[in-house]
């Protein structure tokens, strides 16, 4: 039977490693040339009017708040037949508005067969379903 085995040793380097920029003065490895600041009070948004959610954001809002991902609206249209915006993606919950056909929808997110975003007329938010939206004419 043969064995392969490892010795350790205990020998060390005659060169020094230069110390990386984090370790050296804090920076994250990442760092860019520009720093920011939190400065100031924090806004007060309204989420029926302004699309945000602890996860993604309207890219518009970029400035004003801080989310983990911004999203550029798409453009889509209520389809042939009217459509509620509701407050959350499930058919039973409220309806805030209705889209007619025609009425323009800002979709930020598509997932679970519902889109989420603003009505581009009265940028109130919420969820409709992805099935009664179309590309715009």
Known sequence: MDRNSLKALN???DTKR?????AA??????RTDERFQLTGE???LDPRIHAYRKDIA?????????APHYARPLLRTCGA????VRTTPATGSISIATLE???????????????WGYVQASHLVGYVEASALTDPA
């Open 81 to 84: 037949e009217p459509s509620p």
């Open 42 to 44: 924090s806004l007060t």
């Open 101 to 115: 056909p025609g009425d323009a929808f800002a979709v930020l997110e598509y997932a679970g067969g519902w889109a």
């Open 58 to 66: 309207d890219i518009a809002l970029a400035g004003q708040i801080f």
């Open 25 to 30: 003065n804090g920076d994250s490895s990442s």
């Open 18 to 22: 230069p110390q990386s920029r984090s």
């Open 11 to 13: 020998a060390t380097s």
